[in-house]
Structures are given as structure tokens and as C-alpha cells.
């Protein structure tokens, strides 16, 4: 099975904070690295993605950090807030066409306030 | 426009029993995918569909069925439900010229007991 290792599993970040959020992966055929956000009992919703031709990618308060070489890429929430305080996935497609994802474990987030 | 709409939102069925967990969008997208989200387990490919008349088997399909008769709708039929099956599931859509953005369902969590 080709894996998407996500870490940490939970992550506790005053407000104001900076959360990290890193995962790590195997297959060099990977070519579209998104990053979900799901609050409780809601579906994943798509926050931020990247490909393997650019390093860093920025919208608002949320950037991605991709490193080829070393098959990691990580999300970065700058001056977290409460509101952000849900499940992050990130995931890996291989550019069959299929749309076939592969998503990391999941990092529960919690912001104190 | 509704995006994803799942149904229903809660199940409980007993050990062999069979049901149909229904997905329907419409937005016209061509990709269709049932996930399920176990704890520490991240989001699991079951099935996926590229196109009306089109189905495949994705990371964990034993015990689940699926058809796409029409672009619009993804029905998942379980055979003879079992405990291993209790978990969230999740139908996602995905427009072919929007690489990689998957629209999610609200879920639909289901108990066998």
C-alpha cells in the first residue's frame, strides 16, 4: 500500500500560535498534495494544495511547505484561532486520472483560546 | 446547488442485514468515490467511478457493491452487513477540470451490531 504517513495524531497550539502539521511520503509518481480541514460531523473540505514544481504556497494564515527531495510536505497555520480547531488530512495523488487519493491519518487540532 | 448529498445520515443495522447508502450530486462531475473514516485510520478508498458505466475497486472493497447508472448518482449497497463495517462514510465528487479539488458528502454514519 503506498502510505502517507501524517504526524502529529493530535496537536493542542495557544491562540496566536503557529500549528505544524507534517506528513511524509513514498511513492515519487505523486504529483497533487492537498490538504483537507473537517470539522465534527461535517465532510472534509479542501483547504490548500500544492505540486511538486513549487516549495512553499501561501493562502492567508495557511502554507504548505513541499520538499521533493525528501518526500515531505507539511501545513502551517500562522496566528492560529479557535475557529481552526478541527481534523487535518493530507493526501497524495498519483496523476492517474482517477482522482484516487491517498490521505494521511488525520491530525486533531485544538486551539485554546 | 446542493454539492454532495448523502443519505441516510445515521444507520444501524443488524449483523447480516443489507442496505444502500444512497450519494448524489449536482454538479455534474464525472468522478465519484465512497470513502470510509475510522479512527486513526484516515479517510479508506472503497469504490470510485470515472464516468456513468464506470466503476473501480479502490484500498478496501470486500463487503461493498457499487453501480453508476447515471453521472448524477453512487449508490453504495452493503451485502450482508458485519461489525467491521461500522464506521463514517463519505461520498466525494470531483470535477475532471478542477484537478484534485473533491467536494464531500456530510457523511453518513453507520452501526452494525
Known amino acids: 500500500q503506498q502510505q502517507v504517513k501524517q504526524s502529529p495524531q493530535s496537536l493542542i497550539v495557544q491562540k496566536g500560535g503557529i500549528s505544524i502539521i507534517n506528513c511524509a511520503y513514498e511513492?515519487?509518481?505523486?504529483?497533487?498534495f492537498p490538504w483537507y480541514q473537517q470539522f465534527p460531523g461535517k465532510g472534509p473540505a479542501l483547504l490548500i494544495a500544492i505540486r511538486p514544481d513549487v516549495s512553499e504556497k501561501k493562502e492567508g494564515r495557511f502554507t504548505i511547505s513541499f520538499n521533493k527531495s525528501a518526500k515531505q510536505f507539511s501545513l502551517h497555520i500562522m496566528d492560529s484561532q479557535p475557529g481552526d480547531s478541527a481534523t487535518y488530512f493530507c493526501?497524495?495523488?498519483?496523476?492517474?486520472?482517477?482522482?484516487?487519493?491517498?490521505f494521511g491519518t488525520g491530525t486533531r487540532l485544538k486551539v485554546l483560546a | 446547488n446542493a454539492g454532495v448529498t448523502q443519505t441516510p445520515k445515521f444507520q444501524v443495522l443488524k449483523t447480516g442485514q443489507s442496505m444502500t447508502l444512497q450519494c448524489a450530486q449536482d454538479?455534474?462531475?464525472?468522478?465519484m468515490s465512497w470513502y470510509r473514516q475510522d479512527p486513526g485510520m484516515g479517510l479508506r478508498l472503497i469504490h470510485y467511478s470515472v464516468g456513468a458505466g464506470i466503476t473501480d475497486q479502490g484500498e478496501v472493497p470486500n463487503g461493498y457493491n457499487v453501480s453508476r447508472s447515471t453521472t448524477e448518482d453512487f449508490p453504495l449497497r452493503l451485502l450482508s452487513a458485519a461489525p467491521s463495517q461500522t464506521s463514517v462514510y463519505f461520498c466525494a465528487s470531483y470535477p475532471s477540470q478542477a484537478r484534485g479539488e473533491a467536494f464531500f458528502g456530510q457523511g453518513t454514519r453507520l452501526t452494525v451490531v
Open positions: 493526501a497524495a495523488s498519483d496523476g492517474s486520472g482517477t482522482y484516487k487519493y491517498i
Open positions: 454538479m455534474n462531475h464525472e468522478y
Open positions: 511513492n515519487t509518481a505523486f504529483d497533487y
